[in-house]
């Protein structure tokens, strides 16, 4: 397959922005369906899909997550017209029949590990979370990642009695660009890499 070229790079990643204000322009359940058939062909270790989406669309929904939310963040969430919680399922492993099927002793792996199972459902949940965040604006859409809301009211509120837990919120939409902040700075190649 080609290299992408410079306008679907510039789109995805190097001229794609974290938006704050959002235009009254509302994201259809087909394309949030479509995003998530392109999130989900990502790779995860083992093939262990722990990523959980809670798609925010309603007026009743979005008043569940308010409390959940710093001050700062209220209005920009609040004004989207989709937020997705990114979860993960702590308990991933109990698909591995499904996701892994070829090696039976895979949920047992994690199942009598904690700590591996933790690690690896924050982990992958968390790239999950990134393919969602170039999906969408793959499919057009802009996006807002906020970690600035409390996780732990997140989960009572939306996960109470499961072993999912929230990772981070996105705001998707199509993005009022007077509403961006400035652009800030990145570190050089010198500065994040080694060649070695
Ligand atoms: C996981 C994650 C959490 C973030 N949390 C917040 C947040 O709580 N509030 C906020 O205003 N911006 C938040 N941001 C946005 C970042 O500040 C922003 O992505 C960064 O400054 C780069 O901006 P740019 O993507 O427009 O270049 C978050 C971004 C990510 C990826």
């Given at each position: 397959m080609a290299p992408l070229d410079d306008d679907a790079l510039d789109l995805i990643i190097r001229e794609?922005?974290?938006?704050?204000?959002?235009?009254?322009?509302?994201?259809?359940?087909?394309?949030?369906?479509?995003l998530y058939d392109i999130v989900k062909m990502g790779s995860t270790s083992m093939n262990s899909c722990p990523g959980r989406f809670v798609f925010i669309k309603s007026d009743e929904a979005r008043a569940r997550l308010k409390p959940c939310l710093a001050p700062l963040n209220v209005?920009?969430?609040?004004?989207?017209?989709?937020?997705?919680?990114?979860?993960?399922?702590?308990?991933?492993?109990?698909?591995?029949?499904?996701?892994?099927?070829?090696?039976?002793?895979?949920?047992?792996?994690?199942e009598n590990n904690a700590e591996l199972a933790a690690t690896s459902a924050f982990r992958n949940g968390t790239l999950q979370g990134a393919y969602l965040m170039i999906a969408a604006r793959a499919l057009g859409l802009d996006v807002g990642p906020m970690s600035g809301f409390?996780?732990?009211?997140?989960?009572?509120?939306?996960?109470?009695?499961?072993?999912?837990?929230?990772?981070?919120?996105?705001s998707l939409g199509y993005g009022d660009t007077d509403k961006l902040f400035?652009?800030?700075?990145?570190?050089?190649?010198d500065e994040a890499c080694e060649l070695i």
């Open positions: 794609a922005r974290s938006h704050n204000g959002w235009q009254d322009k509302p994201v259809t359940d087909d394309v949030l369906r479509q209005n920009k969430v609040l004004s989207a017209p989709v937020t997705v919680i990114i979860a993960y399922d702590q308990a991933f492993y109990r698909q591995m029949p499904k996701l892994f099927a070829h090696n039976p002793n895979a949920a047992a792996m994690f409390n996780n732990k009211i997140c989960d009572e509120t939306f996960f109470a009695g499961t072993s999912i837990r929230s990772n981070f919120l996105c400035q652009r800030l700075p990145r570190l050089d190649f």
